[in-house]
């Protein structure tokens, strides 16, 4: 397959569960619309877990010692939400999101237009998968990692589709952008990260998805959006202070 492959096929799997979801969606009562979601984000909570879990490496430990890995997610996740919130960047998220619902939505959508785009976009950008797949195949390693995201992403459009309408649609625009720089920056830059920097992006990005799995299992509303910049501040941080040690 040629370089950039994996994103093309992970797009076109979020647009067809997308929209099998909304041809299926109003078959289904409310009431298994809502425990699809919570399922969802349940399991939403397994996977933040387990990238939390795989993070935690002996990569990590070796770079920055065996006690500064946790500390870093913290501190990114901290900084990144000070960061986060004083941009007001979940609710430029919504307000994107907002503007496209105003020209695509129709009315039997429009109520959940917003929170079926910023949170099908979140779960489908913030994972660890995103980020190594679309860099991997950047390097000329093949599209695998990508095509494993492009399965699971196309199960997940199916159900938001089917609960929050044609929002969950927009997503393929900045999947397509992100992981598209992503795979650019694999093929010019080469393995820029250290596997520890790797690691701790893969833990903090884990942090947030239990966010986004509390989030969709209807436990609590955080402004996961807000915690973005944690996923740039952690490489940096581990990359400095293991230089420093």
């Known amino acids: 397959m040629f370089i950039g492959a994996g994103t093309v096929i992970n797009v076109a799997a979020i647009a067809v569960g997308g929209l099998l979801g909304l041809l299926i ?41 065996p006690n500064a890995g946790m500390l870093i997610v913290l501190g990114s996740l901290l900084i990144g939400a000070v960061i986060g919130s004083l941009v007001r960047l979940e609710q430029r998220l919504d307000g994107g999101a907002e503007f496209l619902r105003g020209k695509l939505a129709t009315k039997s959508h429009a109520s959940t237009f917003v929170e079926g785009a910023v949170t099908s976009t979140l779960v489908f950008c913030v994972g660890p998968l995103a980020i190594l797949g679309s860099l991997t195949d950047g390097l000329g390693d093949g599209p695998q990692q990508l ?19 044609v929002g969950v649609l927009v997503s393929v625009i900045p999947v397509a952008v992100y992981q598209g720089l992503l795979t650019v920056l694999g ?26 799995g509390f989030r969709l299992a209807g436990i609590k509303k955080i402004p996961v959006g807000d915690l973005l910049p944690g996923l740039v501040l952690a490489p940096i941080a581990t990359a400095v202070v293991g230089a420093l040690r």
């Open 25 to 65: 969606g109003p078959r289904f009562p409310e009431r298994t619309r809502t425990l699809v979601t919570q399922v969802l984000g349940l399991f939403t909570l397994v996977i933040g877990a387990k990238s939390i879990v795989n993070g935690l490496s002996a990569a990590l430990t070796a770079q920055v010692g």
């Open 147 to 165: 095509l494993i995201k492009a399965v699971m992403d196309g199960f997940a459009a199916i159900a938001f589709a089917s609960s929050f309408g």
């Open 187 to 212: 093929v010019l830059v080469g393995n820029f990260l250290a596997q520890g920097e790797i690691d701790a992006l893969t833990a903090t990005g884990g942090v947030i998805l239990l966010g986004l």
